[in-house]
């Protein structure tokens, strides 16, 4: 089943990206398997899916020791700084950055940790009252900070556009981001060639607007239930 899944989810990737010119190969799938349990996830990386996306730290944590030590973790939901220790230990890239404060704070864990890791800025683009992420403005004013960070490499841009309920209706969203890029990369000679962006019900729009990150849940895995996955 999950099988199948990821293998039209693949198709759908490869079939947008060669309606505006783009290769497959420049978009990756993100596994988000999140709520979902070892088994699912053993599943997937059967399949050849070696990437996962998860929102909690404490999931993660309990879930990736009981998985093979190939598969890769990328942090997509917020991140509260008493646990950043935690997250550098899991996952290779933190996608959900959303203030200078929690950055600096990576970095200075990054630094007692050894360690070098790349990271993403979460944006609200749609500047909605109740979501993390950089308003644009606001990210303009902290990216030299954040540029300028020791230890922490900001290499892309990460957004969750408000909730749809036809695909197209993201794409603005999606270009928004793209745009957002396109000037930061003029204004501070960042170029920031990541942009992670579109999930189940979009993601074949935001491969078209320029996604090199896709993280897809339910079209692989199917419906959540619940909000966590414990071990029992
Ligand atoms: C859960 C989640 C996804 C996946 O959502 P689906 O609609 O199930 O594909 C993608 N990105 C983030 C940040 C999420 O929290």
Known sequence: MIAENLARVRAQIAEAAARCGRCAEEVTLIAVSKTHGPEE???????????????????????????????????????????????????????????????????????????????????????????????????????????SLDRVTVDGLMTIPPYASEPGDSRRYFAALRELRDGLAREFGAPLPELSMGMSGDFAVAVEEGATFVRVGTALFGERVGKTWKPS
């Open 41 to 147: 996830v053993r599943e997937a990386f059967a399949a050849g899916q070696v990437l996962f996306g998860e929102n909690r730290v404490q999931e993660a944590r309990a879930k990736a020791p009981l998985l093979p030590g190939e598969l890769r973790w990328h942090l997509i939901g917020h991140l509260q700084s008493n646990k950043i220790r935690q997250a550098l230990g899991v996952f290779e890239r933190i996608q959900s950055v959303d203030t200078v404060e929690l950055a600096r704070d990576v970095n200075r864990v990054a630094g007692e940790l050894g360690l070098f890791p790349k990271v993403f800025l979460e944006v609200n683009v749609a500047g909605e009252g109740s979501k993390f992420g950089f308003r644009p403005e606001a990210l303009r004013a902290g990216m030299e900070e954040l540029l």
